[in-house]
């Protein structure tokens, strides 16, 4: 009865904002579980490490609960990040079970905290939030390895007022993001409420409590996603692919279910078709405790989940970080190939005809951009994994339309070829490792190029203007005629065709002068003297004519329909007078 109970590891990955203590707080639990269960309780293994429930449950000082939890431990993944956790996957959705948001109390939330905990909404993880570096407060005095109640009670009250201050700081910004939380010892219903964790990954205070309450996350919401079979064939994620000596191409995997032993025939999700290969090795650390050897690995006939394991098999070298390894039987290889292949293409499926490019490290990564991009409306045209190279940059240079010449690159790098390839190229790429940044820096690149484009076309585009000609002031009558001229609306440029208020073409502007000065342009309330090539005074024009600069109808077109929101004033009220002397005859000029 027991043994139907019994229920696999819990996956753990811990997130949060760079130096807010992501690995000083994986370092600490690992640090933990080596002091308080001598050598040989912890278990080290490849990409993850292992505290089995009984250090936990002493640690917190609460042996007699070792009955009460029927997990058998925590299983940390090593690589912390955000980035670990969204490229990590597994059938059900992340492969992480549970999470740790880790925050630096003296700072709160940042961006990249809070695309954490977006993604783990959407993935519903349960997870707990660690307020770290309580030791760098103002007072604080430091109990080691103490769990958090009993080192807040050693507090001042004001340091404690300050803790809880903080505290309900980051309260109301996690209400913001649509979850309920509280200091964890004041929560009494996990399943409404977030705990929050004071704690300090370098003094270990509040360390435990971390441990504890993830352990009970696990056992209330977890218990059927964990429930597993060891007879079930092994299922697992790539973590990394790796060159080892005297191995060759390796793969690190966190298997999640069932048991992989030496000899299996494993599919492996690739960029092509998924590989299908032969077990030849599965390798562990070799513990501290053993004679140390040249070796760094202990091979082992058979693990069952769950479990970082290194394997070793021929044909793995276009294995993809982040996608499935599963055992296959004796006639199921090619349908399991299907299945994680059709897996894979529905990831990069939301692409169009037109878009962005984008690459990312891992399919999980990718998928997360995506789904960003997404949200933001920008549209993609193709995404892949694996480094920007040289082919990637050859395509992208043939999009006509500037703003989706652009590759967007998370957590890659750029092929030397592909870096000399961008030079000669119109291509621009942004590359980064925070998915919101990328977006940001896309966003406002493109906001950017367009103003600037707007403003190009503006500078050639043929503005409004209108003025009249001041009575006793005519300077010469022909050829070119020079006038005084008052100008009533919008503005006047050198070469520009002007236009009577019956919409005859009349002449050309030669020359403006303002106060003896050659001018380019006068705008409204300018009296400016002004050469007009083509009409004669007395015939075409007269005093105190009101005349206008014609607008060819094409640059009409661009004013209203495109620039219109960027003209003054009484620049508006100038083309409203123009179009219509034009669209007396022609209502659709200019339509
Ligand atoms: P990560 O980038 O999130 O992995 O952060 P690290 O674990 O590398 O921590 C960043 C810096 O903060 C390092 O210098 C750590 O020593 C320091 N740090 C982390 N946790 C604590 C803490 O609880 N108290 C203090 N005083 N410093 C800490």
Same mark, same amino acid.
């Given at each position: 009865?027991?043994?139907?109970?019994?229920?696999?590891?819990?996956?753990?990955?811990?997130?949060?904002?760079?130096?807010?203590?992501?690995?000083?707080?994986?370092?600490?639990?690992?640090?933990?579980?080596?002091?308080?269960?001598?050598?040989?309780?912890?278990?080290?293994?490849?990409? !993850?490490?292992?505290?089995?429930?009984?250090?936990?449950?002493?640690?917190?000082?609460?042996?007699?609960?070792?009955?009460?939890?029927?997990?058998?431990?925590?299983?940390?993944?090593?690589?912390?990040?955000?980035?670990?956790?969204?490229?990590?996957? *597994?059938?059900?959705?992340?492969?992480?079970?549970?999470?740790?948001?880790?925050?630096?109390?003296?700072?709160?939330?940042?961006?990249?905290?809070?695309?954490?905990?977006?993604?783990?909404?959407?993935?519903?993880?349960?997870?707990?939030?660690?307020?770290?570096?309580?030791?760098?407060?103002?007072?604080?005095?430091?109990?080691?390895?103490?769990?958090?109640?009993?080192?807040?009670?050693?507090?001042?009250?004001?340091? &404690?007022?300050?803790?809880?201050?903080?505290?309900?700081?980051?309260?109301?910004?996690?209400?913001?993001?649509?979850?309920?939380?509280?200091?964890?010892? %004041?929560?009494?219903?996990?399943?409404?409420?977030?705990?929050?964790?004071?704690?300090?990954?370098? +003094?270990?205070?509040?360390?435990?409590?971390?441990?504890?309450?993830?352990?009970?996350?696990?056992?209330?919401? @977890?218990?059927?996603?964990?429930?597993?079979? !060891?007879?079930?064939?092994?299922?697992?994620?790539?973590?990394?692919?790796?060159?080892?000596?005297? @191995?060759?191409?390796?793969?690190?995997?966190?298997?999640?279910?069932?048991?992989?032993?030496?000899?299996?025939?494993?599919?492996?999700?690739?960029?092509?078709?998924?590989?299908? +290969?032969?077990?030849?090795?599965?390798?562990?650390?070799?513990?501290?405790?053993?004679?140390?050897?040249?070796?760094?690995?202990?091979?082992?006939?058979?693990?069952?989940?769950?479990?970082?394991?290194?394997?070793?098999?021929? *044909?793995?070298?276009?294995?993809?970080?982040?996608?499935?390894? %599963?055992?296959?039987?004796?006639?199921?290889?090619?349908?399991?190939?299907?299945?994680?292949?059709?897996?894979?293409?529905?990831?990069?499926?939301?692409?169009?005809?037109?878009?962005?490019?984008?690459?990312?490290? +891992?399919?999980?990564?990718?998928?997360?951009?995506?789904?960003?991009?997404?949200?933001?409306?920008?549209?993609?045209?193709?995404?892949?994994?694996?480094?920007?190279?040289? %082919?990637?940059?050859?395509?992208?240079?043939?999009?006509?339309?500037?703003?989706?010449?652009?590759?967007?690159?998370?957590?890659?790098?750029?092929?030397?070829?592909?870096?000399?390839?961008?030079?000669?190229?119109?291509?621009?790429?942004?590359?980064?490792?925070?998915?919101? $940044?990328?977006?940001?820096?896309?966003?406002?690149?493109?906001?950017?190029?367009?103003? &600037? *484009?707007?403003?190009?076309?503006?500078?050639?585009?043929?503005?409004?203007? $209108?003025?009249?000609?001041?009575?006793?002031?005519?300077?010469?009558?022909?050829?070119?005629?020079?006038?005084?001229?008052?100008?009533?609306?919008?503005?006047?440029?050198?070469?520009?065709?002007?236009?009577?208020?019956?919409?005859?073409?009349?002449?050309?502007?030669?020359?403006?002068?303002?106060?003896?000065?050659?001018?380019?342009?006068?705008?409204?309330?300018?009296?400016? !003297?002004?050469?007009?090539?083509?009409?004669?005074?007395?015939?075409?024009?007269?005093?105190?004519?009101?005349?206008?600069?014609?607008?060819?109808?094409?640059?009409?077109?661009?004013?209203? &329909?495109?620039?219109?929101?960027?003209?003054?004033?009484?620049?508006?009220?100038?083309?409203?007078?123009?179009?219509?002397?034009?669209?007396?005859?022609?209502?659709?000029? !200019?339509?």
């Amino acid at each position: 009865m027991a043994e139907n109970k019994k229920l696999r590891t819990p996956i753990v990955c811990v997130m949060g904002h760079v130096d807010h203590g992501k690995t000083s707080l994986l370092d600490k639990i690992r640090g933990t579980a080596v002091v308080a269960g001598e050598a040989g309780a912890i278990t080290q293994h490849i990409g !993850a490490t292992e505290v089995p429930i009984d250090i936990i449950v002493n640690k917190c000082g609460q042996p007699q609960l070792i009955n009460k939890f029927i997990v058998p431990g925590l299983l940390f993944i090593d690589t912390p990040g955000h980035h670990a956790f969204t490229s990590l996957r *597994s059938r059900g959705g992340a492969l992480a079970d549970l999470a740790i948001v880790i925050v630096d109390i003296n700072e709160g939330f940042m961006p990249q905290t809070i695309e954490s905990l977006q993604i783990l909404k959407r993935f519903k993880t349960p997870f707990v939030v660690a307020a770290n570096k309580i030791d760098r407060i103002p007072g604080w005095r430091t109990n080691p390895e103490k769990p958090f109640a009993e080192s807040f009670k050693n507090q001042s009250e004001n340091v &404690q007022q300050l803790i809880d201050t903080r505290i309900y700081e980051l309260v109301g910004e996690l209400y913001k993001l649509g979850f309920n939380s509280e200091r964890y010892d %004041r929560v009494t219903d996990f399943q409404k409420n977030v705990g929050i964790v004071p704690i300090s990954a370098a +003094t270990g205070e509040g360390v435990a409590d971390i441990l504890m309450i993830l352990l009970g996350l696990a056992q209330k919401f @977890l218990e059927s996603n964990l429930r597993f079979d !060891a007879n079930n064939p092994g299922t697992g994620t790539v973590l990394e692919i790796k060159e080892e000596k005297g @191995l060759g191409t390796t793969i690190d995997v966190i298997l999640y279910d069932g048991t992989l032993k030496k000899g299996d025939t494993i599919v492996v999700g690739s960029l092509g078709n998924p590989i299908i +290969t032969k077990v030849r090795a599965l390798l562990k650390p070799r513990p501290l405790t053993e004679i140390q050897t040249e070796e760094k690995f202990k091979s082992v006939n058979e693990v069952t989940a769950a479990i970082g394991v290194k394997i070793a098999a021929p *044909s793995l070298e276009k294995a993809l970080a982040g996608t499935a390894v %599963r055992v296959a039987g004796s006639d199921n290889a090619d349908e399991i190939a299907k299945e994680i292949k059709t897996e894979l293409e529905q990831v990069t499926l939301p692409t169009g005809s037109t878009g962005v490019a984008i690459k990312a490290d +891992t399919i999980g990564s990718l998928e997360a951009l995506v789904n960003e991009l997404t949200k933001e409306e920008i549209p993609i045209r193709k995404a892949g994994v694996g480094d920007i190279s040289h %082919r990637d940059i050859v395509e992208v240079a043939a999009i006509e339309d500037p703003y989706y010449s652009v590759i967007i690159g998370f957590n890659v790098s750029m092929l030397p070829d592909a870096r000399e390839k961008i030079q000669s190229s119109e291509i621009k790429v942004f590359m980064g490792n925070i998915i919101y $940044r990328l977006i940001d820096d896309y966003k406002d690149w493109v906001k950017k190029q367009k103003e &600037q *484009s707007e403003k190009t076309i503006a500078e050639l585009i043929v503005k409004p203007g $209108r003025f009249t000609i001041m009575p006793g002031c005519v300077f010469r009558q022909s050829k070119p005629a020079v006038v005084g001229v008052k100008i009533v609306g919008g503005s006047v440029k050198n070469n520009v065709e002007i236009s009577t208020q019956d919409g005859d073409v009349v002449g050309k502007v030669k020359g403006l002068q303002l106060e003896g000065e050659n001018i380019s342009k006068a705008s409204i309330g300018m009296e400016v !003297a002004m050469a007009l090539e083509g009409p004669t005074v007395g015939r075409q024009i007269k005093e105190e004519d009101t005349l206008y600069v014609n607008i060819p109808e094409r640059h009409a077109k661009v004013l209203e &329909q495109e620039l219109y929101d960027s003209l003054t004033a009484d620049e508006v009220e100038t083309f409203e007078s123009f179009l219509s002397i034009k669209r007396r005859d022609n209502p659709f000029w !200019a339509k």
